[in-house]
């Protein structure tokens, strides 16, 4: 089964400190991956993809197919960072299903 | 307006009550799709829409009837909800469904069903 898993619920973490939010999916294709970021009061949006190699906002997320694992990643973490964070698959094979894990909140502490 | 936006941002509604949700995207996207977000759960995809014609409807319960006049609007239609209906109904916007484009996405109506 087509399954995304995000085994933290509540991350916290000190200012300045690295971050790293897990996700880890099940899917037997090549799969698109994505992280989408949901800040307080604001509306759900896409921070990357894992096609895109780029890093947002000092984050980057590296696709490990022999691990199954998309975990998102920053050096330094800033207060402005505390946000709801979701992992979201595309299977190659599905015209519109986005399979989304449950959310790790991040929670930075000054 | 630019974006997505949903209308109302709360509904409080009787089981026997009928009411809509709004959904209008101003992107010029041919997708919209409406999803439901309950707390600690994965997010549940209920309908996609591509150029006007439902192309998905994920085993949602007829209660839930949705309606895509054009491209820029959709609708959710809400008739004798159950109390577990209760939840944030996102509507989201893409180019088209199925191309592995961003999704974007509305505020939310949160919905309580009494």
């Not at chain 1, 895109?52 to 590296?62: C, L, N, V, Y």
């Not at chain 2, 008739?79 to 509305?106: I, N, R």
Request: some cysteine; charged content about 20%; glycine content about 6%.
């Amino acid at each position: 089964a087509q399954r995304v898993t995000q085994p933290e619920k509540l991350l916290s973490v000190f200012k300045g400190a690295p971050v790293e939010l897990k996700c880890n999916y099940s899917y037997s294709g090549s799969p698109e991956l994505f992280w989408y970021v949901q800040y307080s009061r604001q509306r759900l949006q896409l921070l990357l993809r894992h096609i895109s190699r780029e890093s947002i906002k000092g984050f980057t997320a590296d696709l490990n197919k022999g691990e199954t694992s998309f975990h998102l990643k920053k050096p330094f973490a800033q207060e402005e960072d505390s946000a709801m964070y979701y992992c979201a698959l595309s299977p190659m094979d599905s015209n519109y299903q986005l399979i989304w894990g449950a959310g790790t909140k991040l929670i930075i502490k000054p | 307006e630019t974006g997505v936006t949903q209308t109302p941002r709360h509904l409080v509604m009787g089981m026997t009550n009928k009411k809509s949700l709004k959904c209008e995207q101003h992107l010029g996207h041919n997708a919209m799709y409406w999803y439901k977000q309950s707390a600690k759960k994965p997010l549940e995809l209920m309908f996609v829409y591509n150029f006007k014609e439902q192309t998905e409807n994920n085993s949602v319960p007829s209660r839930f009837s949705p309606e895509c006049p054009n491209s820029s609007h959709l609708f959710l239609h809400l008739h004798t909800l159950q109390p577990e209906d209760s939840a944030l109904y996102l509507c989201a916007s893409s180019q088209v469904a199925g191309a592995t484009g961003e999704l974007f996405f509305g505020e939310g109506s949160r919905l309580t069903v009494l």
